[in-house]
């Protein structure tokens, strides 16, 4: 095989040459079309999780929220709460107060009665001697 007959095997046209390029070129474009609708589905698929765990975060929310009271609820229930404890304390202290009394009363009576058998005693032996 001579030099032109080789040359002439290797040599391709530049029509060939440039069908070649863009075909390589094509199947370039056409792997990173597919590795790019696997990254967009991946994301999808990825988005989509996120999003159903934020609903179930929002239902649990959603049902923590329901356990509390709203704050004009529990204003008005702690002001109707507050009212009854004063009422239970001022109460309190009238019991107290009426007890005390009672109790003075029982101390005046047990020492007039003290005195009254002391001077029974005296006027016994006073008479009786």
Same mark, same amino acid.
């Given at each position: 095989m001579n030099h032109d007959e080789y040359v +002439?095997?290797?040599?391709?046209?530049?029509?060939?040459?440039?069908?070649?390029?863009?075909? +390589?070129?094509?199947?370039?474009?056409?792997?990173?079309?597919?590795?790019?609708?696997?990254a967009l589905t991946l994301a999808r698929e990825e988005d989509e999780r996120r999003f159903t765990q934020?609903?179930?975060?929002?239902?649990?929310?959603?049902?923590?929220?329901?356990q509390f009271l709203p704050r004009e609820v529990f204003d008005s229930k702690d002001e109707t709460g507050l009212r009854?404890? +004063?009422?239970m304390v001022k109460d309190a202290r009238l019991l107290s107060e009426r007890v005390m009394a009672?109790?003075?009363r029982f101390q005046v009576w047990a020492a007039v009665l003290?005195?009254?058998?002391?001077?029974?005693?005296?006027?016994?032996?006073?008479?009786?001697?």
């Open positions: +002439e095997q290797v040599r391709i046209s530049l029509r060939d040459y440039f069908e070649r390029l863009l075909d +390589e070129r094509d199947r370039q474009l056409q792997v990173q079309m597919t590795a790019l609708e696997k934020l609903n179930e975060l929002r239902r649990e929310v959603l049902t923590d929220r329901s009854w404890r +004063e009422t009672l109790e003075t003290a005195g009254l058998i002391v001077i029974m005693q005296l006027l016994s032996r006073w008479l009786f001697q």
